[in-house]
């Protein structure tokens, strides 16, 4: 998640400019660029899980999966962000002829952190759904077992699941994919200590 501005009132451009050349990534949203915090190592042996379990089945199909360097704009309201594992089937749309920020994501993933949480639930959310694209948002706890999943609906509506069992088996509707959570979670030891 972001931390607090760089620098205020920035045009799209001039933050593509500068985060290309940037030692560490930052979001951008309302002319401001925002710092993002490093993960810990729970956070990222989820985001290794979930693209390994995933990518084995898109090996075949015309998907891709990406971690969080994979930078996603949302066009209506010129922001920047970075997933933590994104997304795409069919064509890619990227933004320019840089290859490194993607318009049309099918499916995000983030993984749930005490100072990311609130933000990741409500204004981050909120923000995604102003992809087109976007069929599913997953939200992951890295401190306990628990998986929550959103399905975007015909009428724009989203069917809400929760999954808090190492024998459920979430069925990724917008990849035609299985996520095992016993799989989520393997190596994290502090989620399994609260089952």
């Known amino acids: 998640m972001s931390t607090q501005p760089q620098r205020s009132f920035l045009t799209p451009e001039e933050y593509l400019e500068i985060e290309r050349k940037a030692e560490f990534k930052s979001e951008y949203f309302n002319g401001e660029m925002f710092a993002m915090a490093g993960a810990k190592r729970p956070h990222n042996r989820i985001v290794s899980s979930v693209i390994r379990v995933i990518d084995t089945q898109l090996l075949e199909r015309d998907c891709n999966i990406y971690p969080s360097d994979m930078r996603v704009k949302i066009e209506k309201i010129n922001k920047y962000t970075y997933p933590d594992v994104v997304v795409t089937c069919g064509k890619e749309i990227l933004e320019d002829d840089q290859i490194d920020t993607l ?33 599913e948002y997953i939200l992951i706890t890295q401190n306990a077992i628990r998986v929550e999943q959103y399905v975007r609906q015909s009428d724009r509506t989203w069917l809400y699941s929760e999954y808090q069992s ?9 990849i035609g994919c299985e996520l095992a959570l016993k799989e989520v979670y393997a190596k994290v030891p502090n989620a399994l200590a609260q089952k």
């Open 103 to 135: 318009l049309n994501p099918v499916l995000i993933v983030e993984i749930l952190s005490a100072s990311t949480e609130a933000y990741d639930r409500g204004e981050k959310f909120q923000h995604y759904q102003f992809i087109p694209s976007l069929v």
């Open 166 to 174: 190492l024998d459920d088996v979430i069925k990724l509707e917008s």
